[in-house]
Structures are given as C-alpha cells and as structure tokens.
C-alpha cells in the first residue's frame, strides 16, 4: 500500500529525531512492502520565522489531506518574547484543534533493559510498570477563555468542559481498559473544581455500559504522589488537558526517560497526530545527542492507530527493545552500567533500521 505521511519537523531537536524516524518508518516499508510519500510542513518557531505565523493554513491543509502526521517538537528561547497567541506552542494548539485530536494517549512504559535507568528504587517498580494515560487534548484551560484585566494587575485562565467532550474522551479510555488490564482511574480535583465534578458525574454514568471495567477516581495530587509511590496499581489514566499534560511527564521519568515516551493524538475520523511527549531541547539541538527513540515509538503508534499496521508498528517496537538490549544508549539513558554503549541520534536511529531489516516481518 501507499500512505502519505505529513512530517513537521518544528524546532530544537524536533529534526534530528523526526529524521530518525523517517527512517525506521522507511526500512518498515521496504521489509513490509508499503511506500511511504513525506511531505515536510512547517509548523512552530520555524514557520514563524519563515512566515510570520506559527500554523500557515497550508501547513494545516498539508496535514488534513495526509493519512497521518508526525511531528518532532517545536518552540525554543527565540521565540519566548512572543505573545501568548503568537507563540510556536499555539501552532501546536492550533494543529491539535483543526484536526480534532482530542484525545491523546500517552503510553509510559518500563523496558525492562532500562530498569537501571528508573530513579524509583528497584522494589517499587519490581512488578514493572505499563499504564496510558488518555490525555483530553482539545479543551479544559487550555482553550478557555484567558485575558488580563486593564491594568494589567490581574490574569485569568479558564477551565471549561462539556458533557460531550468529556463523554468522548471517556469513552476512548473506557475502550483502552478494555483492551488492557480493564482498570480506569479518573484522576481530577473534585474536592475543589465544578468542572471536575461534571467530570465524574459523566464517568459514574457511563459505566454501566463498560461493567467489565473497574472505574476508580484519584484527585491529581494524589495521583502525583501515588506514581511514584506505588506506579504498578495503574493500568488506564484519563484526564483533563492539564492535568494529563503534568502526570504525563511525571510517568515518562518513572520509565528512565522523557526521552523514550511516544504519544498518539486521535479524533473520531481524519488523520491522527503521533508526537514524542518530550520539548524541543534547544541546548541540545543538532549536536547528535537527543534520544530518537519517543519519535521512533511514536512512527510505530502511526502505522497501528492511523495505519492499521499492527506487524508492521511491533517490528518497530521489537527493534527498539533489541537495540536496547545490545546495550546501546544516548546519554539521556545511560548510567554508566557495565555493557552499555553511548550512541548519538543518528547511531541510535541506525540501529533500529538494521534491527527492523534483519528481524524482517
Ligand atoms: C506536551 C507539551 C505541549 C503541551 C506544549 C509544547 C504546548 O508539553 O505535548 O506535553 O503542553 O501540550
Ligand atoms: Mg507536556
């Protein structure tokens, strides 16, 4: 078969592992027989500079006509004296919103080969840790209403959700559960927020329709202390934009790395979003140091979510887990073990595409 995949490269050390992951979605087509057409668009600080805006509407149309886009990281100190409206994170918002990803899954996963690399101590994460975070992506205080008062002494941010969204982003989490371990844990703050109170009103009424899913709520703070407390008592998080975006983070250092956590940002039809959590990394950027592998992970996301190609997404996942357990390790996870071997960006990324082409389909 034939995919049309956007690329959006954005800023930092966005290129230099889109560029790896270019190649392993390359090296799977040639084991696998598909082709692969890459349209680079521009999107974050690199499309201000080039066009004053950080979404040109073709960059936005490049992206819907695709069967799936991936994109690298965007924003950096150059562009931080922009307004808030102005900045490459509102292209960012701008995408996620014009193709209607609003949920976004966010896998955090422990190799086993990086156990080492986990900052938990080794009885905490002795039973290993797998959960998804189900992150809603297009609402909450990130799109709600924000402004200044006039003189400038006050600022405001608003949280406002639907039934309806909360509905959709819920029910992708209820599904995902089903697929997993079938436990869901709502994580909010309905001790304080109304918001958050809508929210586990929708969950206690939609679960009936999942009875095989155990549903549980945690408050945020509880869950910030309870991942590294106990992180193997979650299977399936879902949560609000903000919420989703922190607890995220914190799971990603729980697997060793931010550099090794991928991300699928889908809607209910057009082409999904696949991105590596991780920033763009400017002190970094172009020097063969970033991980490639959040952007690696999150190609194989592209072809089982947006592709359909589930043989194709774990020759992907296999190769990875292989190359790390030969040893090879960027810096950002290596511990100076006995075994490992430091690798830059392009070795990394090198060495996934021979694992890919030597383990064949
Ligand atoms: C993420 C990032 C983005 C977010 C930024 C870059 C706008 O932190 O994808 O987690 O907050 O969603
Ligand atoms: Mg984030």
């Known amino acids: 078969m034939k995919y049309s995949i956007a690329l959006i490269p954005g800023d930092g050390i966005g290129p230099d592992v889109i560029r790896e992951a270019q190649a392993t979605l390359e090296a799977t087509g040639t084991v696998f027989g598909h082709s692969f057409s890459f349209v680079s668009v521009p999107m974050g600080g ?50 996620r919103a014009g193709l209607g990803v609003y949920a ?40 709600g209403d924000r402004g200044r008062s006039a003189d400038g002494e006050s600022a405001w941010d608003t949280e406002t ?10 029910t992708v989490g209820f599904d995902a ?28 009424a939609m679960a009936a329709n999942w009875p095989k899913v155990e549903l549980s709520f945690m408050y945020v703070d509880n869950c910030a202390m309870q991942l590294v407390r106990n992180p193997g008592q979650f299977d399936v998080i879902a949560t609000s934009n903000m919420f989703g975006d922190i607890l995220s983070d914190e ?43 959040a952007a690696i992970l999150s190609a194989a996301m592209l072809l089982r979510y947006s592709l359909k190609l589930e043989a194709e997404a774990s020759a992907i996942e296999r190769a990875v887990v292989s190359v790390l357990e030969q040893g090879y390790r960027t810096s950002d996870i290596a511990t100076g073990a006995a075994g ?15 694992a890919i082409k030597e383990s064949g389909k």
């Open 46 to 95: 690199v499309a201000i500079d080039a066009t004053g805006e950080a979404l040109p509407a073709s960059s936005l149309a490049a992206c819907k006509a695709a069967d799936a886009v991936l994109l690298g990281a965007v924003g950096g100190p150059a562009w931080d004296h922009l307004a808030g409206a102005r900045r490459p994170e509102a292209g960012l918002l701008g995408l």
């Open 104 to 143: 976004n899954l966010r896998p955090a996963r422990m190799f086993p080969a990086l156990s080492a690399a986990c900052p938990l101590r080794p009885e905490i994460v002795a039973s290993g840790l797998d959960l998804l975070i189900v992150r809603e992506l297009t609402g909450g205080i990130y799109f």
């Open 161 to 170: 959700y639907s039934r309806s969204e909360i509905r959709r982003l819920l």
């Open 177 to 204: 559960a089903m697929k997993r371990k079938r436990r869901l844990c709502v994580v909010d703050k309905a001790n304080i927020l109304e918001s958050s109170r809508l929210w586990r009103e929708t969950a206690k």
């Open 251 to 293: 799971a990603s250092m729980i697997t060793g790395s931010i550099g090794m956590l991928a991300s699928a940002s889908l809607g209910d039809s057009g082409p999904g979003l696949y991105e590596p959590i991780h920033g763009s990394a400017p002190d970094i950027a172009g020097q063969d140091k970033a991980n490639p592998l």
């Open 340 to 354: 490992e071997t430091l690798a830059g960006t392009r070795t990394m990324g090198a060495l996934v595409v021979k």
